[in-house]
């Protein structure tokens, strides 16, 4: 079981005692967490830690998920690539009916009786409209800043229902939502959990060797669900530059299923037919059994991470890679471009060439990948660990329910 007391070590004692004394005031507090998947992506990922550490230092934290069939999440990944930007979205009259009944059915079946309910992202969005007790909260992890009018108009409501809001960024908040409670909060990764902590390099080789990744060769990789805004076509892209310069060069591409992502089937089809024939790009998914540990495994062999999304919420496999100890080769993507600093994290590029260049790069001057990573590992240290987040949680509670 998880103890706040074990992240002494990474962050200091003082740290650790303030966040003690923000417990005081929260002790017990019932906070019930809504999201839409238990597996697959980065809330899920936040969830798994934030959950068991609040309720380590009292709070009684649930997390539940909103449970659809096959056209509510359809539509709910509609709105989520709406969310984000995507204009050609159209949602029609049927597509509501079953977003707000799927909703209305899952209302009750939820506990939603919590002092503070925070709802994440669009899936769950509606169930607010229920009746409630407590203060909520809607918890938005995607790129808002230029979304679809349309779609935005007919879910904007609900949204303006709910006590706060919650975005990574700051420039995500959408203009029509500033005179609600908003609050930015970056999210952030547990080190000790098993997609973080330390393994030793037996282990590490043992992964590899499972998998048939040559640990005597250079590899790069993006570890990113199977959509089109991560861009895993363009993952393979570089490192077809980057192999014509460095031949012995392997690829890996790691993805998982999430329950509410029906796209990553198709775009996992996608990448494994570009791929082709090449022997030194392996694509592999939970189904091959690639979970936490291998997950962790496989970011720290890596050279290079690569994270080429042309939208992306916040990046939470830039900071794993950074606290890893690994330079990251990003896109100005969204939450990439606090994590990546030019030059001193990895590099920031607008381009696929760049990306390439600055990949090879990286491959010929392991001194250099070594500082950079350094700096990265720094950089999550003192920005986006989990403690922080906590700190941020207990926060954000306090204001809330004004205790
Ligand atoms: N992830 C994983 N296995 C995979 C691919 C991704 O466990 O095969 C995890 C990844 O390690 C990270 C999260 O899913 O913790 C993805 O979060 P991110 O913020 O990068 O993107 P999102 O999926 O939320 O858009």
Not at 152 to 173: C, H, M, P, Q, T
Request: aromatic residues 6%.
């Amino acid at each position: 079981m998880v103890r706040i007391e074990d992240y002494t070590p990474i962050v200091g004692s003082t740290e650790i005692d303030s966040i003690r004394e923000l417990t005081e005031h929260v002790k017990g507090a019932k906070v019930v967490h809504i999201n839409a998947t238990p597996f697959g992506g980065g809330v899920a990922e936040i969830l798994n830690c934030i959950v068991p550490l609040a309720k380590s230092v009292g709070i009684d934290a649930i997390w539940q998920t909103i449970k659809g069939e096959t056209d509510f999440f359809l539509t709910t990944k509609k709105i989520h690539n709406a969310l984000q930007g995507d204009n050609t979205v159209e949602l029609t009259e049927d597509m509501m009916r079953v977003y707000l009944g799927t909703n209305r059915s899952n209302a009750s079946q939820l506990d939603l009786d919590g002092e503070v309910v925070v709802i994440h992202d669009p899936q769950p969005l509606p169930l607010i409209e229920g009746g409630r007790e407590g203060k909520w909260v809607w918890r938005c992890h995607i790129d808002t800043s230029s979304p679809n009018t349309k779609v935005w108009s007919l879910i904007n409501g609900y949204i303006k229902k709910y006590d706060a809001v919650i975005f990574s960024l700051e420039r995500y908040v959408p203009r029509d939502l500033s005179k609600m409670r908003v609050l930015i909060d970056y999210p952030t990764i547990d080190p000790l959990s098993a997609k973080n902590a330390p393994l030793s390099t037996g282990e590490i080789q043992k992964v590899l060797d499972r998998y048939d990744v040559d640990p005597d060769r250079p590899i790069v990789g993006q570890v990113a669900r199977f959509d089109p805004w991560k861009n895993p076509l363009g993952a393979i892209d570089v490192y077809r530059r980057v192999k014509e310069k460095i031949p012995n060069l392997q690829l890996l591409m790691i993805g998982s299923f999430a329950n509410d992502d029906l796209d990553g089937v198709e775009w996992h089809k996608k990448a494994v037919k570009y791929a082709g024939s090449d022997r030194d790009v392996h694509i592999l998914t939970n189904l091959d059994g690639v979970l936490n540990k291998e997950v962790n495994a496989f970011q720290r062999s890596l050279s290079v991470a690569l994270q080429l999304s042309i939208r992306e919420g916040f990046g939470l496999t830039v900071t794993e890679a950074l606290w890893k100890g690994v330079p990251v080769v990003g896109t100005k993507a969204g939450g990439i471009t606090l994590q990546v600093i030019d030059g001193v994290t990895g590099y920031l590029v607008e381009s696929l060439e760049k990306a390439a260049e600055s990949t090879e790069l990286l491959i010929r001057r392991p001194w250099l990948a070594r500082e950079l990573g350094h700096a990265g590992m720094q950089h999550v240290r003192l920005n986006f660990l989990i403690t922080k987040g906590l700190k941020n949680y207990l926060r954000m509670h306090i204001e809330l329910v004004g205790k």
